[in-house]
C-alpha cells in the first residue's frame, strides 16, 4: 500500500558528476519496498506549487528503517531537493510499482548504466541475501559518472560487478554489451535485468532476443501521478497491441512484449 508521508532526512549530500545521495528514515516504505519499487518525491513545500509535480526516484537500498535514493541533478524539481538538509522532512510517496522481477531463475545478469545502476542495487542486494547467483554490469561514459562505486564496496560486491567506462578511465572500456552475450550464455536458465538509458536498455533487449533470453526491463519514465491515474507514462505492450502504465503494470516489463 503506498503512503503519503513526510520523511526526515537522515542524509542529503553529493556524490560526484550530477548524482546525489539522499537517505530517508521512512520505516514504512522500507517495510513494503521490492526490488525495482520506487517513490515519488515533492522537494518543495505543500504551500509552494513551483515546481508543481513530484519526481520519481528508485529505491536503491534499504538499511534498517531508511531508504536509500540516489538522484541525479537536471532541473528545477531536483535541484529543489538538493537544497534540504538533514533533520528537514521531505514528502514521499511511497512504496510504488506493482511489476517486479520474476524470481524463478537460476542465474541473473543485471544491466545498468548510469544512475540506472540505482534501479538494480535493491535486487542484487536481495539476490546475495537469497543466496541466488547473479553477475552484475554498471556502465558509465567516464568514471565520475560511477556514483554507486562506494556503496559497491561498503556492501561487498566487488567480485560481483564488471565495471564498463566508454572512456576507459576505470575498469573495462567500451559499452555494457561489450562481453554481454558471454556473460549472459555462460550459465544455464539465465535472466537479464536492465535499467538505464533508453538506447542502452534498448540494445541489451535485442541482444537478448537474438540470443533467445529472458530480459526484463525496469523502466525509467517522467511521472506525475504515480500511481495510475494520469496517464502519462505508457509504452505500448506489442502483445495485447494496447498501452501500459509504467508506474502502475511496471516498473518492471518483459522486454519482448513492449515497444522499446
Given at each position: ?126 539476490l546475495k541475501q537469497k543466496g541466488k547467483s ?127
Open positions: 500500500m503506498a503512503l503519503d508521508i513526510k520523511c526526515e532526512i537522515v542524509e542529503n549530500r553529493f556524490i560526484s558528476g550530477i548524482t546525489w545521495l539522499l537517505r530517508l528514515k521512512a520505516p514504512e516504505i522500507a517495510k513494503e519496498a521490492k526490488p525495482a519499487s520506487f517513490v515519488m518525491i515533492r522537494g518543495v513545500e505543500d504551500y509552494q506549487y513551483d515546481p508543481l509535480l513530484r519526481r520519481a526516484f528508485a529505491i536503491a537500498d534499504i538499511d534498517g528503517d531508511d531508504i536509500l535514493i540516489f538522484y541525479d541533478v537536471y532541473g528545477k524539481g531536483t535541484k529543489a531537493i538538493t537544497e534540504k538538509k538533514a533533520g528537514e522532512t521531505i514528502s514521499v510517496l511511497g512504496a510504488l510499482g506493482n511489476n517486479f522481477f520474476p524470481e524463478d531463475y537460476d542465474h541473473y545478469v543485471l544491466v545498468g548504466g548510469g544512475i540506472g545502476f540505482a534501479g538494480l542495487s535493491l535486487l542484487m542486494k536481495d547473479f553477475t552484475a554490469i554498471y556502465g558509465v561514459r567516464r568514471k565520475e559518472q560511477l556514483s554507486m562505486l562506494d556503496w559497491i564496496k561498503e556492501n561487498g560486491f566487488e567480485n560481483d560487478v564488471i565495471i564498463y567506462t566508454e572512456d576507459g578511465s576505470y575498469g573495462k572500456k567500451g559499452l555494457v554489451t561489450e562481453d554481454l552475450e558471454k556473460i549472459a550464455t555462460k550459465h544455464h536458465n539465465t535472466m537479464l535485468a536492465v535499467c538505464g538509458p533508453h538506447g542502452m536498455m534498448k540494445a541489451v533487449a535485442n541482444l537478448a532476443k537474438e540470443i533467445d533470453i529472458p530480459c526484463y526491463v525496469s523502466l525509467e519514465s517522467r511521472m506525475a501521478c504515480g500511481f495510475g491515474i494520469c496517464i502519462g507514462c505508457v509504452v505500448k505492450d506489442t502483445e495485447k497491441d494496447s498501452y501500459v502504465r509504467v508506474c502502475y503494470e511496471g516498473p518492471v516489463f518483459d522486454a519482448s512484449k513492449i515497444e522499446l
